[in-house]
């Protein structure tokens, strides 16, 4: 009798270890899951607002480094002395011309990397359209009459 109330107490210590054991078992178990769900949905899903402002800044820097260069070229634009030939104002003006062909060309190439923004896209083609054209076309005229010897030796004619 003893021996059979001993092996009922072995028994439930037993059962009682397993249980714990296997509670133990179960929680590192869920925990180990839900590192494992956290970790692998860290880069899975893009936010729709990160990306939108990522393009929104890619396009800005697109947009400075076509003003940079059209910066760049306003700079020389106070050079002209009165000892200036003609032929370096005819050069001027084709470079101004060069250059607005070159600043229409990469802001068509920034619109049509990010076409998706219809307004900005509808206002660079009304400035490429209304300003850029103008000035590349009023620079070309300016060149074609700049043939000759220094300013400061124009006669009225």
């Known amino acids: 009798m003893k021996l059979k109330k001993e092996l009922g107490e072995r028994e439930i210590e037993r059962e009682n270890r397993m249980e714990k054991i296997g509670a133990k078992m179960r929680k590192k178990g869920i925990i180990l899951m839900m590192v494992m769900m956290m970790g692998c949905n860290s880069g899975g899903v893009k936010d729709?607002?990160?990306?939108?402002?990522s393009e929104m800044v890619n396009l800005g820097k697109g947009f400075l480094d076509v003003f940079v260069s059209f910066g760049d070229m306003i700079t020389g634009t106070l050079g002209i002395k009165a000892d200036t030939k003609k032929s370096d104002i005819g050069k001027y003006f084709s470079d101004i011309?060069?250059?607005?062909i070159s600043v229409k060309e990469k802001l068509q190439e920034e619109v049509s990397k990010n076409g998706k923004y219809e307004k900005v896209r509808t206002v660079v083609e009304q400035f490429i359209n209304g300003t850029l054209d103008k000035i590349a076309s009023g620079a070309k005229e300016a060149a074609s009459g700049a043939n000759g010897d220094v300013i400061g030796n124009s006669k009225k004619g």
């Not at 011309?97 to 607005?100: D, H, Q």
């Open 48 to 53: 729709s607002e990160k990306v939108f402002l």
């Open 97 to 100: 011309e060069k250059t607005m």
